[in-house]
């Protein structure tokens, strides 16, 4: 029989054995020393909860809305690049498993199924972030493209104009699509199921940019191609540009900052994720869950404040809605159940989450999500509700 899929971490290890290693550590290694990835896990794990007894917990419940949209969970999937070849057509499986148990999804402009191709596969819209690239009329054509394929929220990612070396990937010789190198013929030899999925896939280049950016077809590194075509004078007066370009629901992700999230909220965002691009960027960042104290309170009577960065499972998504966070996205937790089991694992990666955090919230005594505040946190002192501010505090600080 084989080992039941308890935690998050099981179907991390599943893929670990499923996707060849250059796609495995592309999705699970973080960028330098990777001290911002580690600390994004390392400090929500630190955080510790209030525990309530002889609280009537009976018909507890866990929707919410994001962005105006209604969520079963308040988790929504991260935009992520490559997913389609952490599984075969991954963004068009991910997409399917988060409609059908009823969170958002979100594609990214590095996905590999075009905005196209996954609108013609799922029955509902979706997400779309965009990146800016210098080539201002293909951004425009990008937006056009997101407008007519029906997608209820752009979500601009401001943090990676230039991109953070993570060594693993250098290493490992990633490129896109993937090469076939003496050093990897063996492993992708051992790993035949991902091979057929990726090659029955509907594509296996960046499906947005091909044929629409100059050199996104051939070989070459992420790191080269990003180089080459990213705008680095991005600023906060193109929030206006693309303001007027989409006149919905505007996200901006990547908010560390609280000046920065006044920024963006004076700019017209209707919500901000407090993200570090999940370790993957500016390395020595703080972890998001220490960053998010002082961004809720600054900005969170103004603004939806949505955060990602390390979390796994149910307890997680409850610190940072403790804290203030309107909801989560997760990345690496929905990329594991891709990896080790395509759409059933993105669905088991989200149903784990779910009895978690529903579990907890019996165990901490909050019957409706939107009741989690600072007070479900541990008060390390006296029990008074000042402890719980300080634990957040300390966070803060670190
Ligand atoms: C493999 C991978 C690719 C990513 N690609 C993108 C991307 O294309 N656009 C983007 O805005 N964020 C991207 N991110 C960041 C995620 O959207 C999210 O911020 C991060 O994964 C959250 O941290 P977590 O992985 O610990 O959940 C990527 C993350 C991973 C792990």
């Known amino acids: ?84 070849l952490m599984h075969g057509s991954g963004e068009i499986l991910a997409a399917r498993a988060a409609q059908a148990f009823g969170v958002p999804f979100t594609l990214s402009t590095m996905s590999i199924c075009s905005i196209e191709q996954v609108r013609a596969a799922v029955d509902q819209p979706f997400w779309f972030q965009l990146y800016v690239m210098r080539d201002r009329d293909f951004v425009r054509s990008l937006i056009t493209r997101a407008r007519e394929a029906g997608c209820s929220a752009l979500m601009l990612t401001a943090d990676l104009q230039i991109q953070g070396q ?39 280049s960046f499906g947005n940019l091909e044929g629409f950016v100059r050199g996104a077809q051939g070989t070459q590194t992420l790191a080269q191609w990003v180089g080459g075509q990213f705008d680095t004078s991005l600023s906060w007066k193109d929030v206006g540009w693309i303001r007027d370009l989409w006149p919905g629901k505007l996200i901006v992700k990547g908010i560390m900052d ?46 939806e404040v949505l955060f990602d ?26 990329l594991y159940g891709l990896g080790a089991l395509g759409q059933a694992g993105v669905s088991t990666a989200l149903e784990l989450i779910r009895k978690e955090l529903d579990i907890t919230m019996a165990l ?20 008074s509700a000042s402890g719980a501010t300080a634990q957040v505090n300390l966070l803060d600080a670190a």
């Open 1 to 84: 029989m084989p080992t039941p899929i308890t935690c998050n971490e099981d179907l991390r290890q599943l893929a670990r054995r499923r996707v060849p290693k250059a796609i495995f550590d592309y999705v699970d290694r973080g960028s330098y020393d990777e001290t911002t990835l580690n600390a994004n896990r390392a400090d929500l794990q630190a955080i510790r909860l209030r525990q309530k007894v002889m609280v009537d917990v009976d018909n507890r419940r866990l929707d919410t809305t994001l962005v105006g949209e209604a969520a079963r969970i308040p988790v929504a999937i991260a935009p992520t690049g490559l997913t389609g």
């Open 166 to 204: 993570r060594h693993q990937d250098i290493k490992n010789g990633l490129s896109v699509p993937p090469r076939l190198t003496v050093s990897n013929a063996f492993d992708m030899a051992r790993k035949l199921p991902w091979l057929w999925h990726v090659l029955r896939g509907p594509s296996r």
């Open 258 to 303: 609280p000046d920065d999230a006044r920024e963006a909220v004076g700019q017209g965002a209707d919500a901000i994720v407090v993200s570090n691009h999940g370790g993957r960027q500016l390395d020595g960042a703080p972890s998001t869950i220490a960053a998010l104290p002082g961004i809720v309170d600054a900005v969170g009577h103004r603004t």
């Open 309 to 334: 960065g390390g979390v796994r499972s149910g307890q997680d998504v409850y610190k940072a809605m403790a804290i203030g966070a309107r909801g989560t996205f997760i990345g690496k937790a929905f």
């Open 364 to 383: 901490g005594g909050i019957r409706d999500v939107a009741d989690l505040d600072r007070e479900a946190l541990w008060q390390p002192s006296s029990g």
